[in-house]
């Protein structure tokens, strides 16, 4: 079965650094997109970013550029968000998705990011 | 503010048919596919309709999609207490080169 199987939840404080992961699992983790998407408590889906497993080639959406950095190691079948220093504003479910031929067919079950003082 | 316009919310009773809508511009729903997802309370966003009417095996035929110009729809006949859910509309965009997500519409069964 294809599976996205991201890391568990996190609580940071406001400064701190965090990588959050996303491994795929029962399919080969290559010549793929790998999104991320934020959803803030209650609020709606945001588009964070893309990466091409096969080169790397990274998207960043208008709204989280220069915020997040979106990385993958092949060698181990996944992918990366990070943050230098988180904000309370950073707290949130963070979803990673395939996207296959247009749209996004396979979800990770999301990691939560909790950031307070 | 989100790029796809959809209602808030929507409901109907069980049986009833419900369509959401969703609506966007030249440069995202005018020339690119709709998807559609399904996020049940306390899960991770499920794809429920792509390329503005196909359904992935499993999704029953109840649901459906439809686009017209700069707008697309959802339609679930034969509601069921389960399809209680927010569903999402979602395109690419071409101006903002990504995909773009409407604001969500909370599907109540009453």
């Known amino acids: 079965e294809v599976q996205l199987v991201q890391s568990g939840a996190e609580v940071k404080k406001p400064g701190e650094s965090l990588k959050i992961s996303c491994r795929g699992s029962g399919y080969r983790f290559t010549n793929q997109w790998i999104g991320w998407v934020r959803q803030m408590p209650g609020k709606g889906l945001e588009w964070m970013g893309i990466?091409?497993?096969?080169?790397?080639?990274?998207r960043y959406s208008p709204s989280f550029q220069g915020q997040v950095t979106i990385s993958v190691d092949k060698s181990i079948n996944t992918a990366f968000l990070q943050w230098s220093s988180l904000k309370a504003s950073d707290t949130a479910i963070y979803y990673c998705?395939?996207?296959?031929?247009?749209?996004?067919?396979?979800w990770g079950t999301g990691t939560t990011v909790t950031v307070s003082s | 503010q989100s790029v796809l316009t959809q209602p808030p919310s929507a409901s109907g009773t069980p049986g009833q048919r419900v369509t959401i809508s969703c609506s966007g511009g030249?440069?995202?729903?005018?020339?690119?596919?709709v998807n559609w997802y399904q996020q049940l309370p306390g899960t991770a966003p499920k794809l429920l309709i792509y390329s503005h009417n196909q359904r992935p095996s499993g999704v029953p035929d109840r649901f459906s999609g439809s686009k017209s110009g700069t707008s697309a729809s959802l339609a679930i006949s034969g509601l069921r207490a389960e399809d209680e859910a927010d569903y999402y509309c979602e395109a690419w965009d071409d101006s903002l080169n990504g995909p773009v997500f409407g604001g969500g519409t909370k599907l109540t069964v009453l």
């Open positions: 030249g440069s995202n729903i005018g020339s690119n596919t």
């Open positions: 998705a395939r996207r296959e031929a247009g749209r996004l067919d396979v």
């Open positions: 990466i091409y497993l096969g080169d790397s080639d990274t």
